[in-house]
């Protein structure tokens, strides 16, 4: 059984402020590795993917991988009130069920004016 | 181009009675996956399909569920003599299979009395 974790917050940040959501992930051997957001009531919605070890940046999100450290993260700069949402790091499985997602129980993040 | 889509939004039913679940993922995407939410809860794998091959079943949590994918496209999920425990938002997910980035659907929202 595969395992992600996640700070489970909640975690609270004003506007404009920088918000860092951490995961980490048991099997060492994982590639591949994603970010979505939940908004209450929806469906996820992938906002990030990541492969290499680094950062990756798209818009006002950034996700940095370490895999010796088996961590990912997520930075959103310039948070918004329109950001505050459930954040589901999610890791796919590499055996029999492949891609099966594994996730998180997720980050609550809320962004006040 | 059109993303995952599922049908019905919302079902309300009868405990007892059997209902099916519909799912037509991203044209191409030879890989599609149902997981569940119960309220507040995490994401629940059910069942995996990679093309026309044998789905994994490892997820599906009773005899009473079943799924089956005509032409390596919709998927149709059927969960019989439906018990209040399974009340839940049912979530489609496709993606190119592998370890690739997987897409949600709006999900079907499940309610039985």
């Known amino acids: 059984q595969k395992e992600v974790e996640q700070n489970s917050g909640p975690l609270s940040v004003p506007e404009g402020a920088i918000a860092s959501l951490n995961c980490t992930y048991s099997?060492?051997?994982?590639?591949?590795f994603f970010w979505y957001r939940q908004y209450s009531g929806k469906s996820p919605e992938l906002i990030m993917s990541?492969?290499?070890?680094g950062d990756k940046e798209d818009g006002r999100f950034t996700a940095q991988l370490n895999k010796a450290s088996q961590y990912v993260s997520l930075l959103i700069r310039d948070s918004q009130p329109s950001d505050s949402a459930t954040y589901l790091c999610?890791?796919?499985?590499?055996?029999?069920?492949?891609?099966?997602?594994?996730f998180g129980r997720g980050t609550q993040l809320t962004v006040w004016p | 181009g059109a993303g995952v889509s599922q049908s019905p939004s919302n079902k309300v039913t009868e405990k007892g009675k059997d209902v099916e679940l519909r799912c037509d993922p991203i044209?191409?995407?030879?890989?599609l996956y149902w997981y569940r939410q119960s309220l507040g809860q995490g994401l629940e794998f059910l069942i995996y399909?990679?093309?026309?091959?044998?789905?994994?079943k490892s997820g599906l949590p009773s005899d009473r569920f079943s799924a089956e994918r005509t032409g390596g496209s919709v998927s149709t999920l059927t969960i019989q003599r439906t018990q209040q425990e399974d009340s839940a938002v049912y979530l489609c997910?496709?993606?190119?299979?592998?370890?690739?980035?997987?897409?949600f659907g709006p999900g079907t929202r499940l309610t039985v009395l």
């Open positions: 997910a496709s993606s190119l299979g592998g370890e690739n980035e997987q897409f």
């Open positions: 999610a890791v796919p499985d590499r055996g029999s069920t492949l891609g099966r997602l594994y």
């Open positions: 044209s191409g995407h030879t890989a």
């Open positions: 990541i492969y290499s070890n």
């Open positions: 399909f990679q093309g026309n091959s044998a789905p994994d």
């Open positions: 099997d060492r051997g994982s590639q591949s």
